[in-house]
């Protein structure tokens, strides 16, 4: 399996604007941001099904490929301390649903 996908990474980056706290169409929030070891994802609602969680970095390459159960308060941790500093997007997928948040990692 690949650890590239074929999407414009730009363009995610152009749709997100914000740094602290940062929302896209205001459903999901990361925090914190930017972010060292680990970030939380506030997901916006109870999750009638366990979402895919992909962590894009640089030139497209999949740093994280999961599927998440949330923590208590729709909370979903992730680990990040391994990333090396830059740019991140996390992308939530659900059978209804794609949704894309910026992140920075120092």
């Known amino acids: 399996q690949s650890d590239y996908v074929d999407f414009d990474l730009q363009e995610m980056l152009n749709e997100v604007t ?3 706290p940062l929302t ?3 459903a999901y929030t990361v925090f914190p941001n930017p972010g060292k070891e680990q970030i939380f994802l506030r997901l916006p609602e109870k999750m009638l099904e366990t979402p895919l969680v ?28 391994h990333f090396p500093a830059g740019v991140y997007i996390i992308k939530v997928t659900t059978s209804r649903e794609i949704n894309c948040v910026k992140f920075i990692k120092y």
Request: no cysteine.
């Open 18 to 20: 914000g740094v602290v």
């Open 24 to 26: 896209y169409h205001g």
């Open 54 to 81: 992909e962590i894009y970095g640089q030139q497209q390459k999949i740093m994280s490929n999961q599927s998440h159960v949330p923590d208590s308060g729709n909370l979903m941790s992730m680990d990040v301390s």
